[in-house]
């Protein structure tokens, strides 16, 4: 049952979850299998003193920590993310060597002050309570363990900290550039995740993260002026501790926790008819028009939360909140953290793609620094038909300008393949076009070549296979391959994993013949639109013969083509007055002027 209490501090609605949290995990947990998959589990229990006066805070961390792998475990690692906002550190050393560095970090770590920086430091650390030896490498903490992990062992780590928070520069830290104090993402020791690949203890040096799924149970003393949101279920009103207040937070089944606070956050709650109730944080010291944006919102977003719940699978959280804080936009478990000074189209815009990434990330937990556009991507794709959705525009391919920048990046000879790593772009540009363009096209993509309602049927099983599990790119061809019946691994190969482009032209036509010639090394079925002199249209559809089948099409079937057949002909019933490969514009051909023939469209 959900209980309510009335927050005497902050005079707001506060919410007891533990029956949620208790319903929540066991309608998803993940043990060994059958199927040979697997993936680890930690439990956090954190008791925070933060001081606001410093920004430095005292804590207190119990971790559990399961081995559901079949490996023994040597060591651990754990990610201090803060410390990467100190000169010299390899964020700062990467943006000031990279040729076009992010405007929202540049040299700005270079010249931060001792009391400025960002740390994190370990002061002690036991395992099963005796002490282990760790070393602080950057943003990395290496532990040797005194015992080995067993697999399907569980051990408790104890650990004592102290950190200071940043100047905001990138994602989290103090005082951003619209005042709001403390935006406190990446801010706790996270172990690193341990998957079928190994240990994945990167470095902290722009990109985005990777973490093991669990429960957080939260305590976390604060100024009593100071209002706080964040992950998690807040467990009751927050008691009084001398001159500050403890909030308390369960988050069930997340694999990060991520809270913001200020003294002039306004909170208001939206509660949506099936729920979840939505939270927004927000800085009443805005002017009219920035507030006025903020009311508004909220309807809105619960309009977001209806579309991506009905479009991709039913939001399993009771609860989800838009918090004022960070440098731009950056979704987290439960909760994104957006700048809120922005016009409304700008404001609707962000929400809907950080809210996006609760399914594609959040839930469906791929790894951002080796699968980027799989979050980014996946993200882009779905937002885009949410904001359009919301707007009421009905254009009949909403993913032009995405299309537009992805084939600019692969005719300029700066492309790089989706499989880099984040971290290992040679240009900031390339990374994004990449991750987010390239991403997006590939699911659009794929509607074209297994049609979209198979598009459609596909997100929704993959959401259901793969949410709460750390999905990689196979497993959405995989997906793919079973709702259509197709063979599809040649997708993921070309798209995925090269830079092979797609570019079919039309060759010649003559009277009744078609000549059509592949010239890119990338494979497609072909849609083909031809009018006849008589005005009469037909279309046709040209099957991939690896694909070893056809989407569902209302086009007349043609013979298949084989890749490694240059050409193609193809013999019509009438006399051709005009061709179109492709009328849509859902495939990604790189030089578009050679798919038409004839005077006129």
């Known amino acids: 049952m959900k209980k309510f209490f009335v927050c005497l501090f902050c005079a707001t609605i506060v919410f007891v979850c533990d029956a949620d949290v208790d319903s929540l995990n066991r309608a998803h947990q993940i043990q060994p299998s059958n199927s040979g998959y697997w993936q680890q589990r930690v439990d956090y229990s954190m008791e925070i003193d933060m001081d606001v006066d410093t920004y430095q805070y005292m804590g207190k961390q119990t971790l559990v920590y399961t081995n559901n792998s079949p490996d023994v475990l040597n060591r651990v690692y754990y990610h201090l993310y803060f410390n990467a906002f100190q000169p010299g550190s390899e964020m700062d050393i990467r943006s000031r060597t990279i040729a076009d560095p992010s405007t929202k970090i540049g040299d700005r770590i270079s010249k931060l002050k001792p009391n400025e920086i960002g740390y994190i430091k370990v002061g002690s650390l036991e395992q099963n309570g005796i002490s282990v030896q760790f070393e602080t490498v950057g943003t990395v903490l290496e532990v040797d363990l005194n015992r080995s992990i067993q697999p399907g062992e569980k051990v408790t780590f104890y650990m004592e900290f102290n950190a200071q928070v940043p100047v905001q520069i990138r994602r989290s830290g103090r005082n951003n550039k619209e005042g709001?104090?403390?935006?406190?993402?990446?801010?706790?020791?996270?172990?690193?995740?341990?998957?079928?690949?190994?240990?994945?203890?990167?470095?902290?040096?722009?990109?985005?993260?990777?973490?093991?799924?669990?429960?957080?149970?939260?305590?976390?003393?604060?100024?009593?002026?100071?209002?706080?949101?964040?992950?998690?279920?807040?467990?009751?009103?927050?008691?009084?501790?001398?001159?500050?207040?403890?909030?308390?937070f369960k988050a069930p089944r997340?694999?990060?926790f991520t809270w913001a606070a200020d003294p002039d956050f306004k909170h208001d709650i939206f509660e949506m008819p099936n729920g979840p109730t939505l939270h927004f944080y927000y800085k009443k010291t805005m002017s009219k028009k920035y507030l006025d944006n903020w009311k508004k919102l909220q309807s809105d977003t619960a309009k977001l939360m209806e579309f991506f719940s009905e479009n991709v699978g039913k939001y399993p959280y009771n609860q989800y909140s838009v918090i004022q804080g960070g440098d731009g936009g950056m979704e987290y478990a439960m909760c994104t953290l957006i700048t809120g000074e922005r016009n409304y189209g700008?404001?609707?815009?962000?929400?809907?793609?950080?809210?996006?990434h609760t399914w594609f990330q959040f839930l469906l937990a791929s790894n951002e620094a080796k699968h980027e556009w799989m979050d980014e991507g996946f993200t882009s794709y779905i937002s885009t038909l949410a904001t359009n959705s919301?707007?009421?525009?009905?254009?009949?391919?909403?993913?032009?300008?995405?299309?537009?920048?992805?084939i600019s990046l692969a005719n300029s000879g700066y492309e790089q393949p989706l499989t880099t790593h984040a971290d290992r772009y040679a240009y900031n540009q390339v990374y994004g076009t990449a991750a987010y363009s390239k991403g997006s096209v590939f699911l659009s993509q794929l509607g074209?070549?297994?049609?979209?309602?198979?598009?459609?049927?596909?997100?929704?099983?993959?959401?259901?296979?793969?949410?709460?599990?750390?999905?990689?790119?196979?497993?959405?061809?995989?997906?793919?391959?079973?709702?259509?019946?197709?063979?599809?691994?040649w997708y993921l190969i070309d798209f995925g994993q090269t830079t092979n482009t797609i570019d079919y032209g039309i060759k010649s036509v003559d009277g009744k013949v078609i000549v059509l010639e592949r010239i890119g090394l990338m494979p497609m079925p072909i849609d083909l639109t031809v009018t006849y002199d008589d005005g009469s249209q037909e279309a046709f559809y040209i099957p991939l013969q690896m694909m070893r089948g056809e989407k569902p099409t209302d086009a007349t079937i043609a013979s298949d083509w084989a890749w490694a057949m240059p050409t193609y002909n193809l013999i019509t019933s009438k006399n051709i007055k005009f061709v179109e490969i492709d009328s849509s514009e859902f495939m990604a051909d790189v030089k578009r002027e050679n798919n038409t023939y004839g005077l006129e469209k």
């Open 346 to 356: 700008s404001l609707i815009g962000v929400t809907s793609h950080e809210m996006a």
């Open 180 to 248: 709001v104090a403390l935006s406190m993402a990446q801010w706790y020791p996270k172990i690193a995740e341990y998957d079928d690949e190994g240990w994945h203890a990167d470095p902290y040096i722009a990109r985005e993260f990777y973490g093991v799924w669990g429960d957080f149970d939260i305590k976390l003393a604060i100024d009593a002026n100071y209002v706080v949101g964040g992950t998690g279920y807040l467990q009751g009103a927050p008691k009084r501790k001398g001159d500050k207040k403890e909030y308390h």
């Open 448 to 489: 074209y070549v297994i049609g979209e309602e198979n598009l459609k049927k596909t997100i929704k099983k993959y959401f259901d296979d793969f949410s709460f599990k750390h999905p990689k790119p196979m497993d959405v061809v995989r997906t793919a391959e079973r709702v259509s019946g197709l063979e599809l691994d």
């Open 390 to 406: 919301l707007k009421g525009n009905t254009s009949k391919n909403p993913f032009k300008n995405t299309y537009r920048r992805y």
């Open 254 to 256: 997340v694999h990060d």
